[in-house]
């Protein structure tokens, strides 16, 4: 059946007026014919139909890219755009900070050395840090380095590893080493400590720290005697004592050394001793005959250095 807008005509014979007009109600129920069919050109510019009157548009090519707006309200669950429709390169001005974790491979990044130094620091699960090699070195709670081995470090000082030093001062009074220091004469033109009687006594004290990487001290000490008469057998001794770990210098009876001179140096083995304990350095002299005479012990300098 189908709609003929022609019939019933203003002329025709009323007879078949009815049967037209059922035609053409039949042909408008049915809704198929293409002269019934809405078109563009039926629909006014003006028609402002609703979004509600319309169904999904799903078929590909029905929608021009230019025609659209607002994309920002575009709800998150719409779904993603195809790869294919993502341009190859997206100018960073249209980017957001990616902030969400595993979106970035490591593989993807250069230019690290074109990173401002206002970007942040890496966390420290991200630092391979560590004491061994070529690890990073990382400081602990309490600011301080880890124990490593310090023996390529430079411009430090020079006296970076002494932990004991006694320097005379030259053309002041002498002092006497008994139990306690005592100024007396100045016959010597040095600042020394001084033990005029047989016997030992400690002279000085100090305290040393253990650390790591410190396992034998060294001592390197200038001393004298103030006579020579080897017929008495006189001899002077400087020892070095850190905890029960000992050593010591001698001028035998048989040196004639009665001016100022350093002796080789001595060594203390302390790799026994604890990291991070406080041990006593007691330092004392001692004068040997196997007469009556005594033979005066002199010294102007004593440093102990670690290694």
């Known amino acids: 059946m189908s709609f003929d ?78 790869l294919a429709n993502i341009p190859s390169s ?93 100024a007396l004469n100045g016959a010597q033109s040095y600042d020394y400590l001084f033990r ?10 100090g305290k040393w720290k253990k650390i790591a990487g410190i396992n034998t001290v060294t001592a390197v000490a200038k001393m004298w005697k103030g006579v020579y008469t080897p017929y008495t057998y006189e001899w002077v001794k400087l020892y070095v004592k850190i905890d029960t770990i000992e050593n010591n210098f001698e001028i035998p009876y048989t040196t004639n050394q009665t001016s100022p001179t350093w002796m080789s140096p001595i060594t203390l083995d302390v790799s026994s001793l604890s990291n991070g304990t406080i041990y006593d350095i007691i330092i004392s002299m001692e004068n040997g005959a196997i007469s009556a005479d005594s033979c005066n012990c002199y010294c102007s300098n004593i440093t102990l250095f670690g290694s």
Request: without cysteine; proline residues 5%; aromatic residues 2%.
């Open 90 to 182: 997206i100018p960073d001005s249209k980017l957001a900070q990616i902030a969400t974790a595993s979106k970035v491979s490591g593989a993807a990044i250069t230019s690290l050395a074109s990173v401002p130094s206002g970007a942040g620091i890496l966390p420290v699960a991200n630092v391979d840090v560590g004491t061994s090699a070529n690890k990073i070195v990382q400081l602990d709670a309490s600011a301080k380095l880890p124990a490593v081995d310090g023996s390529q470090l430079t411009n430090v000082g020079s006296y970076s590893n002494v932990i004991f030093n006694y320097v005379g001062v030259s053309n002041v009074a002498a002092k006497y080493v008994g139990t306690i220091l005592n």
């Open 5 to 82: 807008a022609s019939k019933p005509t203003s002329n025709g014979l009323l007879i078949n007026a009815p049967q037209q007009i059922r035609n053409n109600w039949d042909a408008i129920a049915l809704g198929t014919d293409s002269d019934l069919l809405i078109t563009n050109a039926k629909v006014a510019t003006n028609a402002a139909i609703a979004d509600s009157k319309l169904a999904q548009i799903t078929t590909a090519a029905k929608v021009s890219g230019t025609a659209l707006t607002l994309l920002p309200n575009i709800p998150s669950g719409a779904g993603t755009l195809p």
């Open 196 to 205: 005029a009687t047989l016997g030992k006594d400690v002279v000085m004290t």
